[in-house]
């Protein structure tokens, strides 16, 4: 028979965002194969982009709604969930509920979900998982260049002379662009490649100077550098006349002590010497950055670098964050965080907020920032919201302070859960589960990490009575009485809608402009080909800066001075070790869809400790045995990976597995909820624990 065409699609996981062209097997799965046409991945894929079609069991889906565990009708369910929202906002107001939303949604879906509770509740008590992934850089971006804007692409880790890797395991965490950046230094030996992290990882191995520098202290080690550059001549008095704050934050970089980082100061010097000597340098920063109680600092004594010497925005030069989730851009750019809206639109600007007040006709805006992810979890535990909707992520696993959250969750009065399983940890605790489409049967736009807006195309049916996203939740905005600012059709008519306020926001100074994306029709959006924006009306940019011309009220950058911290929670006596933690390679998340591939399980098959040969002695613990983990928040018991990966005092174990999977390795419940002032993000990376052999 023939073969069914292939559809082009983007990958589900991290922010590289690959292009996929997957092509159904007539027994509900798929076969998958990099898109060679798409500019992130140009065909290739890593290993879990590679199994995309193994995890599309039906096995565990749920596949009707359910309502205090029985399987309903969507209009019973629905019918609940709008009455229950609307009483508790009659009663309690308009900031007695939340949504806890995610980097997985789509960029459709975001915005009905932001529309409705920021432009229709009136409350901005919708935050996204992406609170524990990148708000540091969206707040240092946001105070450096007025937006929240990366300058760069992709190209720019080929085109580089130097690239460092602050705090990213890219091999792992984001494996295609790793290889894209293997394959220009293999090409071009001459690039060199440096790494930044407490721990040597696989990235490593493309290394050409590794800085095991102490946890916490990139802000030294970045304001050590501006000094160095500023003495070697580096810095661009040209470029300074776009950039405000360049003494300031010199003299904080001065002022400070040098002896923060831990590492050999001939190492340091070295280190330096090879960034002010190089033109061509992109710095790569990930989650080591983000996740830290001082992450915006820690993202500004970044950008401060490539501002003082105006390398950036230029091809090869420039600072580029890399994101976790397939469209945790997407996300930032249509507003999901609580304190943003849609199109890099402030939501603590009177002016931004009439405008898209006016947009929406909203009838109840919300006049503020409503609660990032912490404490909006902490206001569900003391009761002051009274219903939360969960729609596609796993908090009672992947927050902070996990078991906390978990039981706040439990005992909140009214909890919705959107997801394709009921078996998650947190869709267990749910009152009314709703059964969501999945990968490979949704429909609508995704943003990854260099600004490239893919379609993720339905390939498959709907299972059962599953629904997208959008769709669920429009249908309860229409219930709430919100009639006709929800009646949208198709993603397409959604797009639309957003496309035209992107112009509205560009008109006001906003860098994300997709006005050029608008007029698409049905056909057209279901033919868009990935596209980077800024695409307006008159043209289309491939990078940001190079002349200057900032989001700010003058038009200039901002350089912040800033000083180091070290991580919040201390080590001592009681908890003497530093609790690393982070993604491993096959894995994603909290393992809904990679656990279903037997190859991905494969690779690391079980929650583990990876400690420091002196240390394991020191405490007892042979390898392989199993280890207790203790920290002031929980308890854990991991199998113990002796290695001189990490640094003595230092240990490491991944995120990924959950009360089904491992009941006790559920790390996030050692990790506290002390979080970055500015952006709300945890200090996911830096917990204090005490170790003993089980
Ligand atoms: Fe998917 Fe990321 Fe792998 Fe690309 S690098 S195939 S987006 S997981």
Redo the contacts with the bound molecule.
Sequence with gaps: APQVPEIRT?????????G?LARPDGAGGLTVR?DPDHP??RG???????A?GETLSLDDRLLAPRVSGQDTSWDAALGLVADRFSQTIAQHGPDSVAFYVSGQLLTEDYYVANKLMKGFIGSANIDTNSRLCMASTVAGQKRAFGTDTVPGTYEDLELADLVVLVGSNLAWC????YQRLAAAKAARPAMKVVVIDPRRTATCDLADMHLTLAPGSDVALFNRLLVEIHKGGAVDADYLHHVNGFEETLRAAMAQDGGATGLDPAQVAAFCKMWVGTEKVVTVFSQGVNQSSSGTDKVNAILNCHLATGRIGRPGMGPFSVTGQ?NAMGGREVGGLSNALACHLDIEDAGHRDLVRSFWQAPTMANGAGLKAVDMFERVRTRQIKALWIVCTNPAVSMPDADVVRDAIAACDFVVVSDVTANTDTARLAHVLLPATGWGEKDGTVT?SDRTISRQRAVLPAPGAARADWAIICDVARRMGFGSAFDYASPAEIFEEYATLSGAAAAVGRDFDISGLTGLGQAGYDALPPTRWPVAAHGQAERFFAEGQFFTSDGRARMVPVTARAPAARTGPRYPFRLNTGRIRDQ?HTMTRTAKAPRLNQHLGEPFLEIHPDDATAVGVAPATLVRVTSPTGSCILRALVTDRVQPGQVFAPMHWTAETAPTGRIDALVPGIVDPLSGQPESKAAVVALEPY
Excluded at 44 to 50: A, D, E, H, P, Q
Excluded at 174 to 177: G, K
């Design positions: 983007t990958c589900a996981y991290c922010g590289v965002g690959c996929v990099g992130a991945n290739r894929l890593c290993s879990k982009g590679f995309l984001h494996p295609v662009l397939p990854n994603w």
